[in-house]
């Protein structure tokens, strides 16, 4: 169905007999970078400075900067704009919030960028001060900010910036379900992206601005809907579904750039691995001739600029001795890749969930439900440091303990499949649990099949009238995630250990880690 959509897999001319276009922009654009500030693995975990110096590592702020001046190079107009979520991911968030990722996207001069879910992770007063530290706007059109007093006429929706004597609108997205996902507070309320993006493109054409561009962080689904829904926007750079858009990368979902109607859509994976860079040409009218690229590979062949370099390893220095400690070893490659995690059982969401359940089975705890949008990356084969455990879990959540009746169990595990096809975090990671689903049921509508939970050594079915003592993180059983039938649980305690080092002690009490699947999530 999607390829009907498309006209050409590399570009899209879209008027015939036009023998020159009359203005021509490259959109240079990031997104989901997580403050990996530093070369990452193939695993989008940490890299060594021995395998970097090998040329075996991707991204870093260092290449990115090289990437940007060279695609710069390549063209009279230019933009550079972010997709949202550099905040969180790494221990440059934990450490210091906001203020790395505003020096580094400062001193790169970008363009523009829209909150992600991530740039309220702590609260709306840290994504204020966020604002202030950077040139650029920062954006988000669908949402009322005017009862939070730290972004109430500070956020704008949308803005204007001018490139080669013409005007171009930029128009920010956020998630609907941030509230789900973050920590926005209440003040804030969140509307439907589609109409809140028409409402700004009328704003701006009524201003005279005939190039729209919407930075999006809402996934390629919702981008593609919007696309449909609205008229008048040329580009949506997107964001948070992590989604490689690509004409030559074999793990790309799509083309690079899907049309949807008049609208060209690109996304450049995540982590600062890719830099998209997407050449467009319109006419008189605004209207897109030509809309052609391909994200750029940020691999060992990027040439590091020597004063990020340093700079980085400045800022890098009151972290080490955190995150160079080695606490485990690891057999095997424990695969928290979000591609697999959300939609089925993953070995790192296995380990995850035994520890937590470990950890607290002298409670008489014997569920653990873990959230698969907290697994932010693998670990691979070796030696694990605490800054590896800290990628993989880097939100600071706690351990949280609570009773509820089974029903609510299933009610969650429903939850927890419902968005499997969108790729979102609420999928389940789980242990002292089995249950098997069914794709073919509507979400909400009794997807899942069977529920067993332990008793002894036997497998027996959930009784949905009984009371199970379990074991989240705070964010979960707080009712992020869509988890909302946890927040009136009995007997809560959401102030338990960092799960990241929860996992830590497991693994340095079992290791060598292997990774493992025994088949406790079951899709029919």
Not at 99 to 126: I, R, S
Request: glycine fraction near 10%; charge should be negative; charged fraction near 25%.
């Amino acid at each position: 169905m999607l390829k009907t959509l498309l006209t050409s897999a590399a570009a899209l001319t879209l008027t015939s007999g036009i023998a020159a276009a009359d203005y021509s922009l490259t959109i240079l654009h990031t997104n989901d970078f997580h403050a990996r500030f530093e070369p990452i693995s193939k695993y989008d975990s940490g890299c060594s400075a021995e395998d970097n110096t090998e040329g075996k590592c991707f991204g870093g702020w260092a290449r990115l900067v090289n990437a940007v001046k060279d695609a710069r190079s390549r063209s009279n107009n230019s933009i550079l704009v972010d997709g949202g979520d550099q905040f969180q991911g790494t221990l440059f968030y934990t450490y210091y919030k906001g203020k790395v990722a505003a020096e580094m996207m400062n001193g790169l001069e970008y363009d523009g960028m829209t909150v992600g879910n991530h740039e309220f992770d702590d609260g709306p007063e840290v994504l204020a001060g966020f604002m202030d530290s950077v040139g650029f706007p920062v954006l988000m059109s669908n949402a009322d900010v005017s009862g939070e007093p730290a972004l109430a006429d500070k956020l704008m929706k949308s803005t204007t910036i001018e490139r080669g004597g013409e005007k171009i609108g930029l128009i920010g997205l956020t998630p609907q379900d941030t509230p789900d996902l973050a920590s926005p507070g209440k003040n804030i309320i969140f509307t439907d992206p589609s109409e809140a993006v028409q409402g700004e493109v009328d704003k701006l054409t009524a201003e005279g601005v005939n190039k729209i561009i919407v930075l999006s962080h809402s996934g390629f689904v919702v981008d593609k809907l919007v696309a449909a829904n609205t008229t008048g926007v040329d580009v949506i750079v997107g964001g948070h579904s992590n989604t490689l858009l690509s004409n030559t990368q074999e793990r790309a979902v799509d083309v690079y750039p899907v049309m949807v109607n008049d609208t060209a859509i690109v996304q450049a994976y995540a982590y600062g691995k890719f830099l998209g860079e997407l050449n467009v040409s319109f006419d008189d009218d605004g209207k897109i001739t030509e809309a052609k690229g391909e994200p750029i590979l940020i691999d060992g062949q990027v040439v590091e600029d020597a004063a990020i370099v340093s700079r980085i390893g400045e800022l890098a220095a009151p972290l080490d001795e955190i995150r160079n400690k080695v606490v485990a070893e690891a057999a095997d490659t424990l695969v928290g890749d979000r591609d697999v995690c959300r939609v089925e059982e993953c070995s790192m969401g296995n380990l995850i969930a035994d520890a937590m359940l470990d950890r607290v089975k002298d409670q008489g705890v014997t569920i653990a439900i873990a959230n698969s949008g907290g697994i932010r990356s693998s670990i691979d084969a070796g030696e694990v440091t605490m800054g590896e455990v800290l990628t993989v879990l880097p939100f600071q959540n706690t351990l949280s303990t609570f009773e509820v009746s089974g029903q609510t169990v299933i009610d969650a595990l429903e939850n927890g499949v419902s968005q499997v096809e969108e790729v979102k975090g609420r999928f389940p990671q789980v242990a002292g649990l089995q249950f098997s689903w069914d794709a073919s049921v509507a979400p909400n509508e009794g997807r899942i099949q069977d529920v067993a939970v332990k008793d002894g050594d036997a497998w027996v079915a959930i009784d949905p009238a009984a009371t199970y003592k379990l074991v989240s993180n705070n964010f979960v059983r707080g009712g992020g995630d869509g988890f909302k039938m946890f927040t009136d649980a009995e007997n809560a305690y959401d102030f338990g250990p960092d799960v990241a080092d929860v996992l830590a002690e497991y693994m340095a009490g079992n290791g060598p880690v292997k990774a493992y699947t025994d088949g406790r999530i079951v899709k029919k």
